[in-house]
C-alpha cells in the first residue's frame, strides 16, 4: 500500500516537474523582457528628444528604434567566410538534416500520445496492451533519433556562425527577447521526454497511467511551442515584420514572431511533420516486416505499418489544404513572390510537388487494396478496384499537366505556341484543383471500403445507407469535376472562389461517410478476423515509397519556400550579396534533394539498427512476460 | 424505415439529399466570398 502511495507521489512530482519545465521559459522570459522594456524606457528618457522611432514595415505601427539596422554585406571574407565550397549547399545540407530529424521527434510523440490514449480508453484489455506496446516502440525508436536531432541542430548553428555570420547575428540580434526561451524550451522537452520514456514501466496502470498520458500532453505542448519558435525565424525571413524598412528592431517582440505567414506556416509544419513522421514508422515497420522471422513478428509489424500508415495518411489528407492556405496568405503579403512560385521562376517545382502528391496518394490507395487481402469478405469490392484506379489516373494525369512546356523553337513552331492545343487546357488551376480533389476523395473511398472489408452491416436501414453512400460518392465527384469544367466559363475573380466549394465537397465525403460508416458498421457481423501478417510484401514496399516521397517532397517543398526569397536574406530588408544568391537549375536542386534524402535514409536506418540492439538485449525478459503471444507484443519494457 | 429500403425510393431520396446538400455547399461557400456561384447563370 505504501509502496502504491510512493509511486503516485512520484509520478504526481514528475508530472508537476514537467509542468515546472514547460513553465520554466516563460518564467524565466518574464524579468528580462521586462527588462527590456524598462531599458527602452528609460534610454528614452535619458536620451530625451533624440528618441528614434520607425515604423513597423508590416504592421505599419510606430515604434521606439531599439535595434541596429540590417547589416549591409559585401561578398568577402568578413560576412562571408568560406571554404572551397558553395556555402549555400553546405547549409542547405545541415538545415534540411535538422528538419528532418526535427520533424519525426516532433511528430512521434503526438502519435504515442494517441496511441496511449486509445490503449488506455479501450476496454479489451490485449488490444490496450498492444496499443500501449506501440506507442513505446513509436517513442524508442524516436528517442536516438532526438539526440541526432540535437547533434544536426548543433552543426545547424556552427554551419551558420561560420558560413554566414553576419546574417546570423542579425537574425538572433532581432530574435534576442526570445533566444533563451527557444533555448530553455529545448531543455524543457529534453527533460521531459527522458521522464516520459523512463517512466513508463513505472506508470502502467490506473491512475498513474493516467498521469503518464498526461506527461505525453505537457511533452507535445513543449514540442510544439519549441516548432512554432523555430517557424517565427523562417516566417520572419519571408515576410519580415516588427522592424523598420532598414531592418531596425521596433521593441515589440510579438511582431516579429507573429508575421503574416507564421500561423500558416505553423499549420502546414504541424501537419507536414505529421504525416511525415507516419511514414517514417510505416517504413520502419515495413522494413521489420519483411526482415521477420517469425509469423508473430510479422503480424506485429504489419499492425503496425498500419497503424502509422492510417495516422500519417490521416494528416496527410488536409495538408493540401493547409497548403493553399499558407499560398493564399503568400499571395495576399506580396503577389510578386505568389507568381514567382506558382507562375513563374519555381514553378515547375510545383509539377514535380504535384508529382510527389500523386504518388502519396496512389501508393497509400494500393496499400489498402493490398491490405483488404488480409481480411476474408473483402474481396466483394476487388472488382470494382479497376474503377478506382481510372479515377486516380485521370485525376493524377490532369493534376500533373504542366501549364507550359519546355520545348525547342521547332517544337514551339510546330504546336503553334507554348501550351499545347488539349492538354494545356488542364494545366490551370480550375482543372487541378479538381484533379486532387478527385484523387483525395478516392482515397476516402478506398478507406471506407477498407473500415467496411470484412463486415456485413446488419442496422435495419442498411439497404439505404449503402445506396446513399454510393449516390453521395457519385455527386461528389459530379460536384468536383463540375466546378472544374465550370471555372472555364466564368472570370477569373469568380473562379478563384471555386475550391472552397470543392474542398468542402472532398470534407463532407471525409466526415460524413466515416460517420455514416461508423454508424453502420456498429455491431455489424464480421466475416472473420483481420488476419495480420497476411499481406503481400509488396504492400510493405508502398510503405516504404510512401515514406520516401514524403521525405523528397519534404525536401522540395523547403527547398521552394526558401528560394521564393530570391536574392534576399531577409526579404526586402536584408540583401544576400553572396555569390550564391541565385536560383539554383530544377536539376541541380533535384539532386541536392535526393542527396538529403538519401543520407536521412541511410542515417535513420542506423538508428533503426541502435533500436534494434536494444530489442536484442530483452528477449529473455520478453519472452517471460508474455510466453507464446501472437500477434500480441510483449507486456514489458 | 422499410420504405427507405427499397432501391427506387432509396435512390430518389439520397439524390435529392445529395445534390441539394451539393448545390447548397456551392452557394454558401462562394457567397461566403463575396463570390456569386450563379454568375454564368445571371449572365
Known amino acids: 500500500m505504501g509502496r502504491v502511495i510512493g509511486k503516485r507521489l512520484f509520478s504526481i512530482m514528475a508530472l508537476c516537474a514537467m509542468v515546472g519545465l514547460l513553465l520554466l521559459p516563460i518564467v524565466v522570459a518574464l524579468p528580462s523582457l521586462a527588462l527590456g522594456e524598462e531599458a527602452t524606457a528609460g534610454g528614452a528618457k535619458k536620451e530625451g528628444a533624440t528618441v528614434e522611432k520607425g515604423r513597423d514595415v508590416y504592421y505599419k ?34 538545415n534540411q538534416q535538422h528538419l528532418y530529424y526535427g520533424s519525426f521527434v516532433l511528430a512521434v510523440p503526438i502519435f504515442c500520445m494517441i496511441i496511449e490514449f486509445m490503449g488506455v480508453v479501450t476496454k479489451d484489455k490485449a488490444l490496450a496492451k498492444r496499443y500501449d506496446q506501440l506507442a513505446y516502440d513509436f517513442i524508442k525508436i524516436s528517442l536516438t533519433a532526438y539526440s541526432l536531432t540535437a547533434v544536426l541542430g548543433g552543426i545547424l548553428i556552427f554551419t551558420f556562425l561560420t558560413l554566414y555570420p553576419a546574417f546570423f547575428s542579425y537574425l538572433s540580434s532581432v530574435f534576442r527577447p526570445v533566444m533563451h526561451i527557444y533555448a530553455l524550451m529545448f531543455v524543457a522537452e529534453s527533460g521531459t521526454l527522458y521522464i516520459y520514456y523512463y517512466g513508463w514501466d513505472k506508470m502502467k496502470e490506473g491512475f498513474l497511467k493516467w498521469i503518464h498520458l498526461s506527461m505525453s500532453v505537457v511533452l507535445n505542448i513543449i514540442g510544439t511551442l519549441l516548432m512554432f519558435l523555430a517557424n517565427s525565424w523562417i516566417g520572419f525571413m519571408m515576410s519580415p515584420a516588427g522592424v523598420d524598412e532598414q531592418g531596425r528592431y521596433l521593441g515589440n517582440i510579438w511582431h516579429v514572431i507573429h508575421t503574416a505567414l507564421w500561423n500558416p506556416l505553423n499549420l502546414h509544419r504541424i501537419l507536414g511533420n505529421m504525416a511525415f513522421g507516419g511514414g517514417v514508422v510505416a517504413a520502419y515497420a515495413a522494413y521489420k516486416f519483411l526482415a521477420a522471422k517469425t509469423d508473430e513478428d510479422r503480424a506485429h509489424y504489419d499492425w503496425m505499418g498500419y497503424i502509422a500508415m492510417a495516422l500519417g495518411v490521416a494528416f496527410l489528407i488536409p495538408l493540401p489544404f493547409a497548403g493553399y492556405w499558407l499560398m493564399r496568405e503568400v499571395y495576399a503579403y506580396r503577389q510578386q513572390m505568389g507568381i514567382t512560385l506558382m507562375g513563374g521562376l519555381l514553378a515547375w517545382l510545383f509539377i514535380i510537388q504535384a508529382t510527389m502528391i500523386g504518388i502519396l496518394f496512389l501508393s497509400t490507395n494500393y496499400y489498402l487494396w493490398q491490405a483488404m487481402g488480409r481480411m476474408r469478405g473483402a474481396e466483394k469490392y476487388q472488382r470494382y478496384i479497376k474503377y478506382l484506379v481510372f479515377l486516380l489516373a485521370c485525376g493524377y494525369m490532369v493534376f500533373i499537366t504542366p501549364h507550359t512546356m519546355v520545348m525547342t523553337p521547332a517544337e514551339l513552331k510546330a504546336m503553334g505556341g507554348q501550351q499545347h492545343p488539349v492538354l494545356g487546357n488542364y494545366g490551370v488551376m480550375s482543372a487541378k484543383n479538381g484533379g486532387i480533389n478527385v484523387i483525395i476523395t478516392t482515397t476516402v473511398l478506398s478507406f ?46 469568380v473562379r478563384v472562389g471555386l475550391s472552397v466549394p470543392q474542398v468542402t465537397t472532398t470534407l463532407s465525403c471525409l466526415f460524413f461517410m466515416f460517420a455514416l460508416n461508423s454508424m453502420m458498421m456498429k455491431g455489424a457481423k464480421q466475416m472473420g478476423p483481420i488476419e495480420w501478417g497476411k499481406i503481400s510484401a509488396r504492400s510493405q514496399y508502398a510503405l516504404i515509397m510512401l515514406a520516401t516521397a514524403f521525405t523528397w517532397m519534404m525536401g522540395l517543398m523547403g527547398y521552394i519556400r526558401s528560394s521564393v526569397r530570391l536574392f534576399w536574406h531577409v526579404n526586402e530588408i536584408m540583401r544576400d550579396n553572396s555569390p550564391w544568391a541565385y536560383t539554383h537549375t530544377v536539376g541541380f536542386a533535384a539532386n541536392m534533394i535526393s542527396a538529403n534524402v538519401l543520407f536521412f535514409w541511410i542515417s535513420i536506418l542506423f538508428v533503426f539498427w541502435l533500436g534494434s540492439l536494444t530489442a536484442k538485449k530483452a528477449p529473455a525478459e520478453v519472452k517471460v512476460a508474455v510466453p507464446g503471444s501472437v500477434p500480441q507484443p510483449v507486456g514489458s519494457h | 424505415m422499410a420504405v427507405l429500403n427499397n432501391p427506387i425510393v432509396a ?20 457567397d461566403m466570398q463575396g463570390l456569386d456561384f450563379w454568375y454564368l447563370f445571371r449572365q
Open chain 2, 11 to 30: 435512390v430518389i431520396v439520397s439524390l435529392i439529399i445529395s445534390v441539394g446538400y451539393f448545390l447548397a455547399v456551392d452557394h454558401f461557400m462562394m
Open chain 1, 61 to 94: 505601427t510606430e515604434g521606439v528604434v531599439v535595434g541596429a539596422p540590417a547589416p549591409k554585406t559585401t561578398d568577402g571574407p568578413k560576412d562571408y567566410p568560406r571554404y572551397n565550397f558553395e556555402s549555400r549547399v553546405l547549409l542547405w545540407f545541415a
Open chain 1, 448 to 493: 471506407v471500403w477498407y473500415m467496411r472489408g470484412n463486415k456485413v452491416s446488419t442496422v435495419s436501414w442498411a439497404k439505404f445507407g449503402n445506396i446513399f453512400m454510393g449516390v453521395f460518392f457519385t455527386c461528389a465527384y459530379f460536384n468536383i469535376i463540375g466546378l472544374a469544367v465550370y471555372g472555364y466559363y466564368i472570370p477569373a475573380n
